[in-house]
Structure formats: C-alpha cells, structure tokens
C-alpha cells in the first residue's frame, strides 16, 4: 500500500513551493557570486604601433600572470572574455641597438583594464618582459611548384611547365630573411594525366616563420600535355679522331629510337641525328668501341641507341 495513499496536494501549494526553492536558489547565487576571490590568468602580450621599418621578432615571455582579487561576478565575466595585453611600442625602453624592455609594475592600470572588474592586482610576472626588434628586410627568390603527375600511357609533357609569377619578395626580419632562399608551394597530385594541368598553386606558409610577409601566396600553374608516339631511322656512325689509321667498322649504320609528340613526328629526319665513334677512346684489349648519341632534335623527348657499341679492326 502507498505511503502517500490519501494524501492530497492543492496546486497552489506546490507552486509557492517551487517559487521559493528558485528563490532561495538565486539567493545562494547571488550570495556566492558577491564575494571576492583571488583568480590568476596568463595574458598574451603584444605589441601594436611599430614603426614601419621595424618589426618584433620575439617577445620573452610572450605572457603575463596577472594574479588579482575579483568578485564573482567579475570572475564569471571574465570566463567569457579573449584577454590580450596591448602595449604601444612608445612604453618600451630601449637597452640594445635591437632590444627593448617592458615592466608590467609601471603599468598596472593598463593591465588592470584588459581583464573586467578588477578591484586589486596583488602581483604581476615575470616582472621585466624583454622583446626583440628587428629592422625589416627583402629580398626576392625563386619559387618552386611541388606537382607530382602520373601521364596516361602515350602522353606526358610537351614542354617546361610555366609558373606565374616566378619569383616572389619576401619581407620580414632581416635575421628571417637571409636564411629564406626559396619558396615552396603544398604538394598536389594529378593522376592519368591526358589533357594540359592548369590550376592554382598555393604556398606552404606553415614552413615560413609567422614574421614573413610575401607579395603574393598564390601562383598559376600550367603544364601542357600532348600525345607521344616513337620512330626510329637507321643513322651512320661517323668515326672521328681516328688520324692516320685505317679503321673499319661493323655495322656502318646503327637504329635510333626516339619519343616525339604526335604533331612534331612529320617534322623529324634523319638529317638530325648523328652518332659518333670517338675512336680515341678506344683500348688495344678490346675490340669494340662505345658510341654516343652526338645529336638529336630539341622537338624530340627521348633518344637511344639500338646498338651502343660497334666492331672494329684497324688495317695496316
């Protein structure tokens, strides 16, 4: 049998109930929330106004820990706030050619300001923060792609890809700057190329020191693509250096294969291939001689040998 068997309960009752409990509920907020409590947080610094020929390259520390005496509400604030000490590079003291210092102790209430309802700051480190200008330099360097692609069967490049803009001027601290010799676009892949890539190559600024400023962080990319098919023609090899002696050789002519672009293939001849015998190089222990492809035309991709060495006999 129910405990609560008989029992009744008026609405209105359970109302005034619920009432109060949120009431007494928010009074114990309140009350929490209007008492002081010692709260510490670390501020990034930075900072702002540099003259234009000059830029900060380091900031030791890059935080301060400000510990200080709030009241909840301010606390509660404050959990909600991007906190960031901004110091106007006129504060800074200088030390060095290239140093200057910063002390937080003489300026507690532009600290005070970055957090909300500060009533006390009861300490502030480190207590000297000491930062490193440098004067800005620039130079310009090459930029490099970084483009991996794998060419349908029968096709590849048909000349050098093109980069826009080439070279790019790089700005930043001097100390920066001269280590920068290049610039290095992310990586990209193409797979079963047949047609001309042309897309747009970004830089990989996570390589690059945040202080580094360039003229431009994208560039156009454009490889052409072509159809390539293979010839070969029989060429004569030409003994050269072979002063007063007699020498024969076996065979006269030798094949020579070549990769060429399917529109550049009726312009070959083979008037533009030559192959030599240098018989200079040769040794009394052997009776061959190494032959070398001396010419072929700049249309043509790739070029080779059928046969890389040839007989020889010198008659007396």
Known sequence: MSVFKGISFKRSNVREFLFFLLLTA??????????NYTTVYTIPIQVENVPI??????????????????????????QFSDFKLLIDFDQLEK????????IPDGHPLEIAEVLSGVSEITAIRPQQVTIQVDALASKEVPVYPTIEAAYETGYGPKEEATLTPTHVTVVGPKTYI???TFIQTKKQDFTDVSDTILTQLRVDSLALPQEIKLS?????????????????FSIPVKVVNKNANDVKIFPKTVEVYFTVSLEAYESIKAIDFEVICDFSKHTNQDDFIILDLKKYPNTVKSARLGTKQIKYIVVN
Do not use: H
């Open 53 to 78: 020929d000059k830029v900060v390259s380091t900031i030791i520390p890059s935080t301060l820990e400000i510990t200080t005496n709030l009241n909840g509400f301010a606390v509660l604030s404050n």
């Open 216 to 232: 431009s962080y994208t560039f156009e990319y454009k490889q052409e693509v072509t159809k390539f098919t293979e010839g070969s």
């Open 95 to 102: 030390t060095a050619s290239e140093a200057y210092r910063y």
């Open 26 to 35: 928010i009074f114990a907020v309140l009350s929490k929330l209007s008492k």
């Open 178 to 180: 001269d280590t920068i």
